[in-house]
């Protein structure tokens, strides 16, 4: 079964062709980077028209890369949300007239689905992730931890309460003149700093809950900026030269990864869970892996990061998540419409989860 997947939420226009929900036969990715970089962040305006630019000639060359044509395809699967609402309903209309002009089921894909989904397209099928599992999206719109009682059932256990963590980054970043996007600049200069040398903060929530908190670590971040009297970096101006913002940028990043280390851990303990997933654009980030692998160890459980290609927005990980809404017969209307604040696994809570 082949499936054209769409994935427009944000920044990225991109299309892919994945066979039986696994199989990767194309996966491109437009990218907006440079549009957005000299503003600091994504501007919601500029993105949606990129992605009127960039849709039509993205799914041809997926189908050509797939060596495939349109008659080939199975199903139609789209990002419904969450999104920015003028990027969500470029793809989705795409996606739409094409289900509708080759008359094959139209697929509505959450988008943190999606990144949950890639952890399990690499791993062997000899290998299937033991459930229950414990899930954590860490990206730039989004930071949730989910209980997974089996595939493709979720509950929201916590999410953060103010900036996603890979929000946080690209605040840092521009704050010291790294640029934009800022985890991989971060992540980089990270390995250069001593983490000890600026002490940071890591938000340890207090009502008992396992929401995380980015913006108070944001805050002492432009505390430590003033009272050390840190630049921001000068144009031109080698970063690997100043010690203050490889020390900054290390202490910054252990923070973040400590709390959502920490709270994972926590929560799998209480939970009994067998697995951990990670994914997401901030999964991508060097020290969350090498910190994530030594909570398996320690747990004893496996620990599932999808390939950095994978981890990052993607269509393929749409197309595989669709597969699993069609073997369930979960088609959508052409009527579908754009979600800006989907919210994955946010049902009522059993009494079985109460105490986790």
């Not at 992605?51 to 395809?73: F, N, Q, T, W, Y």
């Not at 996606?95 to 399990?120: C, Q, T």
């Not at 369930?328 to 946010?346: I, Q």
Request: glycine content about 10%.
């Amino acid at each position: 079964m082949l499936i054209l997947g769409i994935e427009s939420s944000c920044d990225e226009t991109a299309a892919a062709v994945v066979e039986d929900g696994r199989r990767i036969l194309s996966n491109l990715i437009a990218s907006q980077v440079s549009v957005h970089r000299p503003y600091g962040g994504v501007v919601p305006e500029l993105a949606s028209r990129q992605h009127l630019a960039h849709i039509g000639p993205v799914v041809r060359r997926a189908l050509d890369e797939a060596g495939v044509d349109l008659s080939r395809i199975d199903a139609v699967a789209v990002t419904q949300g969450p999104g920015l609402i003028g990027s969500l309903l470029v793809g989705l209309c795409f996606g739409k007239s094409i289900a509708f002009a080759r008359g094959v089921p139209l697929l509505a894909v959450d988008h943190l689905e999606g990144h949950i989904r890639a952890a399990y397209m690499e791993r062997p099928e000899s290998e299937p992730i033991p459930h229950p599992a414990i899930s954590l999206v860490v990206s730039g719109g989004h930071t949730g931890l989910y209980l997974m009682s089996e595939e493709a059932r979720y509950h929201l256990l916590g999410k953060t309460r103010d900036d996603a963590a890979g929000e946080a980054y690209d605040k840092v970043a521009k704050r010291l003149g790294l640029g934009y996007p800022g985890g991989p600049v971060l992540d980089r200069l990270a390995g250069h700093g001593d983490p000890k040398a600026i002490p940071l903060p890591v938000a340890k929530i207090s009502d008992g809950s396992h929401d995380f908190s980015f913006s108070g670590l944001k805050t002492a971040v432009l505390r430590a900026v003033r009272e050390r009297n840190i630049e921001p970096l000068a144009e031109g101006e080698d970063p690997m030269a100043r010690r203050d913002i490889l020390d900054l940028a290390a202490g910054f990043q252990k923070a973040v990864v400590e709390a959502l280390v920490a709270t994972t851990g926590r929560v799998t303990r209480r939970s009994k869970a067998r697995a951990i997933l990670v994914s997401g654009g901030v999964a991508a980030n060097s020290w969350l892996r090498s910190e994530f692998g030594r909570l398996g160890a320690q747990l004893g459980v496996p620990v599932v990061l999808p390939s950095i290609s994978l981890s990052t927005d993607n269509a393929a990980m749409i197309a595989a998540a669709g597969y699993l809404k069609y073997l369930r017969k979960e088609f959508s209307g052409l009527d579908l419409n754009a979600e800006v604040e989907l919210r994955l696994g946010e049902g009522p809570v059993r009494r079985s989860q109460r105490h986790l």
